[in-house]
């Protein structure tokens, strides 16, 4: 495998996943207000996703994802940068979404399993929008995921997930966006 291959990878995993990783961090920084599950319990006592997941979270956190995502498609098609993957609205929509859907998967999981929030889980943090933006684009966008999505970037998104959520979330701890590193 060369390292032209490797590096290109890499770069292009980057590239399709950033309107799915800014959501997460435009929600913390953004988010706020209303609690989406209003405050109400399930039958279990636990809440459905806690204070911490926000409409104004999820909807600013989603359209962030939109914004670099639209800036992406403009900047690749007016500046020939034909190496890297295509992008379109309706991908980029997904990948958003998706990343917030499957944060507020996790979030119901974690309270069912009493975890309170700020509670570090481990492969379930840094992992949940990946899984939410993927699940997502293969229910709506299959062919997409199939056309563009090599095997080498799936790794690639593997092994770079975890060390930017991380380097992320302490820069939003050391900056007082977040009450915890992780």
Known sequence: MSPDLVL??????????LPAYLPNSAAAVLGGGAPIDGGRSLRDGKRIFGDGKTWRGLFLGILSGIAIGSVQI????????????????PVVVILAAGALFGDLAKSFFK???????GTEWLIADQYDFVIGA????????PGWVISTV???????IIIA??????????IGYLTGVKD???
């Not at 900047?75 to 379109?88: C, Y």
């Open 111 to 117: 309270r069912r399993l009493g975890k309170d929030r």
């Open 150 to 156: 090599t095997p080498l970037m799936v790794l690639w």
């Open 134 to 141: 993927f699940l997502l684009l293969m229910i709506f966008s």
């Open 161 to 170: 997930t975890p060390l930017l959520h991380r380097v992320v979330n302490i």
């Open 8 to 17: 290109s990878s890499l770069v292009s995993a980057l590239w399709i996943m």
């Open 74 to 89: 403009a900047v690749r098609d007016h500046a020939g940068l034909l190496s890297l993957p295509g992008l379109t609205f």
């Open 180 to 182: 915890v590193p992780w």
